[in-house]
């Protein structure tokens, strides 16, 4: 199917449409399925692009270059901790280790491709199955990872996303995540780990949860699809070069989004797209909700902006109501 014929709303007609009825079965039962490449619709070009951009990205941020074969060129370090969470404080207590990771954000911003991936109509059909809803695009970032013994820790940092939703959670996502594997996942290239089933313990991971975690083993340019409860975190990488991850995260309309996307995202940037309207539709450009107050006057106008008037009159000329 092309993205320009993917509506929001017509699941199960998209769910045949696009073959994704195994998908759908995974989802439920594991609470996590892998998408094979051929099912994504999404060229090797594009999977490229983005790599070659996150790669572009990595050297302009850090200062180091990156190679896909050896990681990075020079060794990294933390910034000194300045406020809040103290990087030093948890080395010490062994809850942290070298560099091997970081984060690259916004990405929706970044190019089309990454526009392209946030609307890819096999992500948005299964994502929109865990919610039953809408899914809107709660952030856009990519997981930039190379060789390093310590990872996330014994406990592979095994987390549910949707961890700030109060429990007992239900069948129903709160959030749901879309991992593209920009590169191959194997168990010892650090793939995400993730315990089958999960999503139906309503709650976050017990402090074992790992013994019972499997990796995700999956060729480069696969879809990862998981629910917000489904239990997942990842292995460290031990063979050379490196993991990049696209991790498009998504939430049911009635969950705030971690990134600013009404007040970040250049609007004029849905147009360079393959479906405006259903980018639009996704990141909330156009949602009803908070309402886009921006003066006393505006926040008259904008709101409900359904007010009675004088019966046989022309609507009446709004002043400002506080001055
Ligand atoms: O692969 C990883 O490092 C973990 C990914 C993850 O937690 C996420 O995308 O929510
Ligand atoms: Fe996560």
Redesign the pocket.
């Known amino acids: 199917m092309n993205i320009k014929d993917y509506k929001i709303h017509n699941l199960s007609a998209a769910v045949s449409k696009l073959n994704l009825e195994p998908y759908v079965l995974q989802l439920e039962v594991d609470g996590l399925a892998i998408v094979p490449p051929a099912v994504t619709g999404v060229s090797t070009d594009a999977i490229d692009t983005a790599v070659a951009l996150l790669l572009a990205d990595s050297e302009n941020i850090t200062g180091s270059a990156f190679n896909l074969e050896t990681g990075p060129d020079e060794e990294l370090e933390w910034p000194a901790p300045a406020f809040g969470l103290h990087l030093g404080d948890l080395k010490a207590a062994g809850e942290v280790g070298e560099v091997t990771?970081f984060q690259l954000q916004s990405l929706a911003s970044r190019h089309r491709v990454f526009r392209n991936l946030v609307i890819n109509p096999v992500a948005l059909a299964l994502i929109e199955h865990t919610m039953g809803t809408q899914p809107m695009l709660s952030s856009s970032?990519a997981?930039v990872?190379w060789r390093g013994k310590f990872?996330?820790g014994n406990n592979l940092?095994l987390?549910s996303?949707q961890l700030h939703v109060p429990t007992p959670w239900g069948p129903t996502a709160f959030n749901a995540?879309a991992?593209w594997c920009l590169t191959e996942y194997t168990k010892e290239g650090?793939?995400?780990?993730f315990v089958p089933g999960s999503h139906r313990e309503s709650g976050r991971p017990p402090a074992d949860a790992h013994e019972r975690a499997v990796a995700v083993e999956a060729p480069r340019g696969s879809l990862v699809v998981?629910h917000g409860a489904t239990w997942?975190?990842?292995y460290p990488r031990s063979s050379p070069g490196m993991?990049l991850?696209l991790?498009n995260?998504y939430r049911h309309p009635c969950i705030q989004p971690q990134e600013d996307v009404r007040n970040g995202f250049n609007p004029a940037l849905a147009d360079d797209s393959d479906n405006p309207g259903l980018l639009r539709q996704v990141l909330g450009l156009d949602h009803p909700a908070p309402y886009p107050t921006t003066d006393n006057t505006e926040r008259v106008k904008f709101g409900m902006g359904w007010f009675p008037h004088v019966k046989g009159r022309p609507a009446h000329e709004i002043s400002p109501l506080i001055v």
């Open positions: 990771q970032n997981f990872k990872g996330y940092g987390h996303d995540n991992n650090g793939a995400l780990a998981f997942h975190g990842a993991r991850t991790s995260y």
